[in-house]
C-alpha cells in the first residue's frame, strides 16, 4: 500500500509504531521466521560465534529479509509488522541483548532512513531457535495495494454457486 493509505501512529522517538492501520483492498505479504548466515565458516558448527553476536546476526537476517522482500517488489519500508525473538546471550548472563538488536534494527528502520514510518514490531527472549548458536529470528508481514482482479477470479458464494439439487420427487 502506499505510505499515505496506511496510518502508523509512532510511538515517539522509538522507531516502532504503536499501531498501524491498513486498508481494505491491501495485499499482506507474509515473510517466514528467518534465521542468519553464518558468519565465520571457521567458527565451531554450533557456536554463536559461527553465526555472531546478536547484531551480526540481526543485520543478516534483516538483509535476507530486505531480499525476500524485494522479490515481491517491496521494500522494508513497506513492512507493517515484525515479531523478533531473541535468545538469551549466554556472554550477557543469558539476557538477550536489545542494544545489540537495536544497532542492526536502526541500519534497515531508524527514522531517519524510513522517514518516521516504521513497523509495529514485538520483541521478545526466547528459550531457543532451531539451530545452535542461533539468537535471532525475525518474522514480518509487509503491504501492498492489492492488483486489480478480474471477475472471473471472484469466488462465487452463495446459492447461485452450488450445484442443483433435485427435489428426488
Do not use: W
Not at 509504531?17 to 486498508?23: C, L, Q
Not at 550477557?92 to 545489540?100: H, L, P, Q, S, T
Request: glycine share 10%; charged share 20%.
Amino acid at each position: 500500500a502506499n505510505a499515505e493509505d496506511i496510518v502508523r501512529r509512532q510511538l515517539g522517538d522509538f522507531p516502532i509504531a504503536s499501531s498501524i492501520v491498513v486498508p481494505a483492498g491491501t495485499d499482506l505479504v507474509f515473510l517466514s521466521g528467518t534465521l542468519a548466515d553464518v558468519a565465520k565458516p571457521d567458527a565451531p558448527a554450533g557456536s554463536i560465534e559461527r553465526l555472531g553476536d546478536t547484531e551480526t546476526q540481526a543485520a543478516s537476517v534483516l538483509g535476507k529479509l530486505a531480499k525476500e522482500l524485494a522479490a515481491s517488489g517491496l521494500t522494508m519500508a513497506d513492512v507493517v509488522k515484525m515479531n523478533v525473538f531473541l535468545v538469551g546471550d549466554p556472554r550477557k548472563g543469558g539476557a538477550m541483548d536489545f542494544d545489540g538488536l537495536m544497532k542492526a534494527y536502526l541500519q534497515f528502520h531508524g527514522l531517519a532512513i524510513r522517514g518516521q514510518n516504521p513497523p509495529a514490531r514485538t520483541t521478545v527472549q526466547v528459550a531457543g531457535l532451531p539451530i545452535p548458536g542461533a539468537l535471532v529470528a525475525i518474522e514480518a508481514v509487509a503491504a501492498r495495494h492489492a492488483a486489480p482482479r478480474s471477475p472471473s477470479c471472484k469466488s462465487a458464494v452463495g446459492a447461485s454457486a452450488l450445484p442443483a439439487r433435485s427435489s428426488g420427487a
